[in-house]
């Protein structure tokens, strides 16, 4: 069943430049995924309520609520960026080499 969420939010998963992602930032709803997850991964497991497996990503500080600092220099940059909704979140990560 996991494998069909992530098949179904890698369909919903878009590459969007962060200045168009400002106000979940304010409203503190934007998420960064660190480039070494799988985004898609990470947006099933918060959608199946897998607290054990985020906490787990939280506490090695894979993922977070967007950082002032992060948001400024992705903001400088307008950056593109991979995002996801996850209602009532905007999962967010850098597009790097290792980013998929």
Do not use: C
Not at 28 to 53: C, E, F, P, R
Not at 54 to 63: R, T
Not at 64 to 73: F, G, I, M, S
């Amino acid at each position: 069943m996991t494998n069909e969420i992530e098949q179904q939010i890698n369909l919903e998963t878009a590459q969007i430049h962060w200045h168009e992602l400002q106000r979940f930032f304010a409203s503190g709803n934007a998420i960064a995924v660190d480039a070494i997850l799988d985004l898609t991964h990470v947006a099933a497991q918060i959608v199946a309520d897998n607290a054990v497996q985020i906490k787990i990503w939280m506490d090695a500080g894979l993922v977070d609520a967007v950082k002032d600092n992060q948001a400024q220099l992705w903001y400088e940059q307008n950056a593109l960026v991979w995002a996801v909704v996850i209602k009532p979140w905007v999962l967010v990560q850098p597009i790097t080499e290792q980013a998929n």
